[in-house]
T-cell receptor
Framework: DTEVTQTPKHLVMGMTNKKSLKCEQH?????MYWYKQKAKKPPELMFV???????INESVPSRFSPECPNSSLLNLHLHALQPEDSALYLC??????????????FGEGSRLTVL | GENVEQHPSTLSVQEGDSAVIKCTYS??????FPWYKQELGKRPQLIID?????GEKKDQRIAVTLNKTAKHFSLHITETQPEDSAVYFC??????????FGAGTQVVVTP
């Protein structure tokens, strides 16, 4: 299995809802990432987990809460989001646990719409 | 933190011609420079990368050059084909391991 799998592909939620995005990889990669991508913009780093520990948090608002239950899974819990949080959320993984040292394998993304 | 600038923002080329995209970075400690291609509605995918101990790398029709002194790196695509049409992002990893992407270049290859 050489893919990063994200679910759901599409999500519509209200500002008072609680939802979660899920990401899974079975390549034995030791770093996992969450990126946010707005239309016609580059991916923006949100969080990095290295060896299942949160190593980078790019000052993301607390309404986004990451979780890494094990080396294959990464979740992003969403609560009280704002319409401006609507975007494509990309999960990625890399083989080395040290972030920024090798190829990122991206999932197809979860397209989030906040009403 | 790292700041990556990318030019041009759009690039239109005739099939068979070459395309060149240029990026500059600010952090002299950056040591890893990947290039990603993102087709419409698809995920970004790595096409080539270069590390700071190498000046040039080539993979078939794609090449990347790095000038550490000037802090710039470039992507060269030769013999462009319609399937090369996509958005291309350069990136630089800073000393903290954070990968900073450039703003992207929309490449359109016309037959």
């Amino acid at each position: 299995d050489t893919e990063v799998t994200q679910t759901p592909k599409h999500l519509v939620m209200g500002m008072t809802n609680k939802k979660s995005l899920k990401c899974e990889q079975h390549m034995g990669h030791r770093a996992m990432y969450w990126y946010k991508q707005k239309a016609k913009k580059p991916p923006e780093l949100m969080f990095v987990y290295s060896y299942e520990k949160l190593s980078i948090n790019e000052s993301v608002p607390s309404r986004f809460s990451p979780e890494c239950p094990n080396s294959s899974l990464l979740n992003l819990h969403l609560h009280a989001l704002q319409p401006e949080d609507s975007a494509l959320y990309l999960c990625a993984s890399s083989q080395d646990g040290r972030a920024g040292t090798g190829e990122l394998f991206f999932g197809e993304g979860s397209r989030l719409t906040v009403l | 933190g790292e700041n990556v600038e990318q030019h041009p923002s759009t690039l239109s080329v005739q099939e068979g011609d070459s395309a060149v995209i240029k990026c500059t970075y600010s952090d002299s400690a950056s040591n890893y420079f990947p290039w990603y291609k993102q087709e419409l509605g698809k995920r970004p995918q790595l096409i080539i990368d270069i590390r700071s101990n190498v000046g040039e790398k080539k993979d078939q029709r794609i090449a990347v050059t790095l000038n550490k002194t000037a802090k710039h790196f470039s992507l060269h695509i030769t013999e462009t084909q319609p399937e090369d049409s996509a958005v291309y992002f350069c990136a630089a990893a800073d000393s903290w391991g954070k990968l900073q992407f450039g703003a992207g270049t929309q490449v359109v290859v016309t037959p």
